[in-house]
């Protein structure tokens, strides 16, 4: 059964730094390209950044490119989310996500997904940004 974790979320304030980090088990993990995807409140799933199964080439929508960083460990089977100069825009519950179009969201600029359009996500981590 396919289980992602996530943790690192928390209280920061605006321009600080987080590490958002996702254990994945359950499926092997080499084989799948991962996401981040988050949800504010009262908006819907907004897909933020995308890794290949290899580990070289990285995608991010454009609210958070070259502020966020993802990462894999194949190693650990870890997933990382650095995300600097937040913003509190950036608040939101954060998701790892697999089996989702992220590359149509990342060609097409329409980053909001629908739920039924991501296979398995886990259950968030909160990230919260204010002074």
């Known amino acids: 059964e396919v289980e992602l974790v996530e943790s690192g979320g928390g209280l920061v304030q605006p321009g600080g730094s987080l590490r958002l980090s996702c254990a994945a088990s359950?499926?092997?993990?080499?084989?799948?390209?991962i996401s981040w995807v988050r949800q504010a409140p009262g908006k819907d799933i907004e897909w933020v950044a995308g890794?290949?199964?290899?580990?070289?080439?990285?995608y991010y929508s454009d609210p958070v490119k070259g502020r966020f960083t993802i990462s894999r460990d194949s190693a650990k089977n870890t997933v990382s989310l650095q995300m600097d100069n937040i913003t509190p825009e950036d608040t939101a519950m954060y998701y790892c996500?697999?089996?989702?179009?992220?590359?149509?969201?990342?060609?097409?600029?329409?980053?909001?997904?629908?739920?039924?359009?991501?296979?398995?996500r886990g259950q968030g981590t909160q990230v919260t940004v204010s002074s």
């Open positions: 996500a697999i089996d989702l179009p992220y590359l149509r969201a990342y060609f097409t600029g329409k980053y909001y997904l629908r739920p039924g359009e991501i296979g398995h």
């Open positions: 359950g499926f092997q993990f080499n084989s799948k390209d």
């Open positions: 890794i290949r199964k290899d580990g070289i080439d990285t």
